[in-house]
Each structure stands twice: as C-alpha cells, then as structure tokens.
C-alpha cells in the first residue's frame, strides 16, 4: 500500500511540476500566466485536502481495525486463561480425590 501511495505522491507532484514549467514557459502575457498560476494554486489546494481527508479516512479505518483486532486477541486469551483454569481445577480434583481414597 505505500508503495502505491509514494508512486502517486511522485505522479501528483509531476503533473505539477510539469504544468507549472508549462504554464511559465508558454507565450502568455504576464497576466495571463499569473491567472493560469493562481488556478493551479487553487486546483493543488483541493486537491490536497481531498488527499488529506482520504489519508484521515485510512487512518481512522486502520484504528477501528487495530482496536477490533485487539479486542479479538483480549477475548482469545480470556478464553484460554479460563480452559486452562477449568483443566487446573480438574486436574486437582482429580489427584487430590484419588489421594483420599
């Protein structure tokens, strides 16, 4: 999964590399370059917090996860801890009760 992500940061960041220097070197006048400028400021500024929200949305997913996973380990070793109290107590029972015959 974070290989995905690392190709994607590195796409994202040159896609806007490459339209900034497009957008700089394209025959515009000053104007025009600072209005096309200001709307790729604007676009990269959704989209990051798009990218923010979506990593905040794993994040969170991956707690849920963590904490379930948690959980399920908590109730196992509950689950063992009794069988192995209830194999105890047989079993003293068992010695002990032969030793009294």
Do not use: C, H, Q, W
Not at 13 to 24: E, N, Q, R, S, Y
Not at 44 to 67: H, M, P, Q, R
């Amino acid at each position: 999964m974070s290989d995905n992500k690392d190709s994607f940061f590195a796409l994202l960041t040159g896609v806007i590399i490459g339209a900034a220097v497009g957008i700089l070197f394209a025959p515009k006048s000053g104007k025009e370059t600072r209005e096309d400028l200001k709307k790729l400021g604007l676009d990269l500024k959704e989209k990051s917090k798009d990218i923010i929200e979506d990593g905040k949305s794993f994040v969170e997913e991956g707690k849920t996860k963590v904490k379930d996973i948690i959980e399920d380990g908590k109730s196992f070793v509950e689950e063992g801890k009794t069988k192995v109290a209830n194999v105890i107590e047989k079993k003293k029972t068992e010695y002990f009760g032969s030793k009294e015959k």
